[in-house]
């Protein structure tokens, strides 16, 4: 079992950044690749990035390539997304999820968190 907590969300204004955390409970993170996601109202949720086990291989989705990274801390469960130059269209409740697999693969995550909105103003 895994537990997912986000932290970071809140209300910037178009070219500003953030930094979404996800603490992880659970001896088995450091096992599993991990992955971002968001939902904009009136829309389905979609990736936004994933991290293999080891932080060796990413996967972003085309709208952020270039403005966002994700990360990890596997000393201290933590996976993060750092989010530059944001957009009005970013705009959404972003989730953290954990896969069980080591790889990222294109399934639906195991583990889901309960999301952090986050707001951007024009």
């Known amino acids: 079992q895994v537990q997912l907590v986000e932290s970071g969300g809140g209300l910037v204004q178009a070219g500003d950044s953030l930094r979404l955390s996800c603490a992880a409970s659970?001896?088995?993170?450091?096992?599993?690749?991990m992955g971002w996601f968001r939902q904009a109202p009136g829309k389905e949720r979609g990736i936004v990035a994933a991290?293999?086990?080891?932080?060796?291989?990413?996967y972003y989705a085309d709208s952020v390539k270039g403005r966002f990274t994700i990360s990890r801390d596997n000393a201290k469960n933590t996976v993060y997304l750092q989010m530059n130059s944001l957009k009005p269209e970013d705009t959404a409740v972003y989730y953290c999820?954990?896969?069980?697999?080591?790889?990222?693969?294109?399934?639906?995550?195991?583990?889901w968190g309960q999301g952090t909105q986050v707001t951007v103003s024009s």
């Open positions: 659970g001896r088995t993170f450091s096992s599993y690749a």
């Open positions: 999820a954990a896969y069980t697999t080591s790889t990222i693969v294109p399934v639906t995550p195991r583990y």
């Open positions: 991290i293999s086990w080891s932080g060796a291989t990413t």
